[in-house]
């Protein structure tokens, strides 16, 4: 049974850090594109940063690229997002998202099969 908890989430004031994590269970991350995805209430949830199979590439929403990095860790099956320089408009609830294909679209959020249940990141001003 594939299952992602997302964790890390919290308040931060602008300009500060948040790391998120991703464990999965139920299968092995590293041949599978993975995703970070955010959603604020009424808006659409839009594509953050994800991370190719076996980690060959990366990619990132224009609005995050040089303060997010996103990453793996293949022995404890874990992905992580280091979120830096915060901004209020970060402000969201953030998943993690599972796509069994080869990050050909990263950002379209169809192309996932299993999510986690999120973890809200706020930012004050």
């Known amino acids: 049974q594939v299952q992602l908890v997302e964790s890390g989430g919290g308040s931060v004031q602008a300009g500060g850090s948040l790391r998120l994590s991703c464990a999965a269970s139920g299968f092995t991350l590293s041949p599978h594109c993975m995703a970070w995805f955010r959603q604020v209430p009424g808006k659409e949830r839009e594509g953050v940063a994800a991370?190719?199979?076996?980690?060959?590439?990366?990619h990132y929403a224009d609005s995050v690229k040089g303060r997010f990095t996103i990453s793996r860790d293949n022995a404890k099956n874990t992905l992580s997002l280091q979120m830096n320089s915060l901004k209020p408009e970060d402000t969201a609830m953030y998943s993690c998202a599972l796509d069994l294909g080869y990050c050909t679209t990263w950002y379209d959020k169809t192309n996932y099969e299993y999510w986690g249940q999120g973890t809200q990141v706020t930012v004050s001003s």
């Open positions: 991370i190719a199979p076996y980690g060959s590439s990366t």
